[in-house]
């Protein structure tokens, strides 16, 4: 059974700092991509950042280019987000979740090729 388990959330000020991490167990970790996606209140969930299951290839979203960095763990089967320079519109719920399939070769952005999604982890940006 895979669980995910997301933390680091907090309340932040902007031009702060946050590192999310999502702890990963009951898969081969090292196989398989992991997202991040968030969804704020009353939007729809969208995607953040990505990275290959060897994390050697990132993806991430224009909104935060430049100012988020997704990295992994796989001997911790740990995926991470470090976000800087961090802004009110960045205030969301932030869920990890994990690739539906293992070796996947291009990282997917759309959130219906992950699966087994974490419960969540609430940031907040005040301004």
């Known amino acids: 059974q895979v669980q995910l388990v997301e933390s680091g959330g907090g309340l932040v000020q902007a031009g702060g700092s946050l590192r999310l991490s999502c702890a990963a167990s009951g898969r081969t970790f090292s196989r398989y991509a992991m997202g991040w996606f968030r969804q704020a209140p009353g939007k729809e969930r969208e995607f953040a950042a990505a990275?290959?299951?060897?994390?050697?290839?990132?993806r991430y979203a224009d909104s935060v280019k430049g100012r988020f960095i997704i990295s992994r763990d796989n001997a911790k089967n740990t995926v991470y987000l470090q976000m800087n320079s961090l802004k009110p519109e960045d205030t969301s719920v932030y869920y990890c979740?994990?690739?539906?399939?293992?070796?996947?070769?291009?990282?997917?952005?759309?959130?219906?090729?992950?699966?087994?999604w974490g419960q969540g982890t609430q940031v907040t940006v005040s301004s």
């Open positions: 990275i290959s299951w060897s994390g050697g290839s990132t």
């Open positions: 979740a994990v690739d539906s399939m293992s070796l996947r070769k291009v990282v997917s952005t759309t959130a219906n090729y992950y699966e087994h």
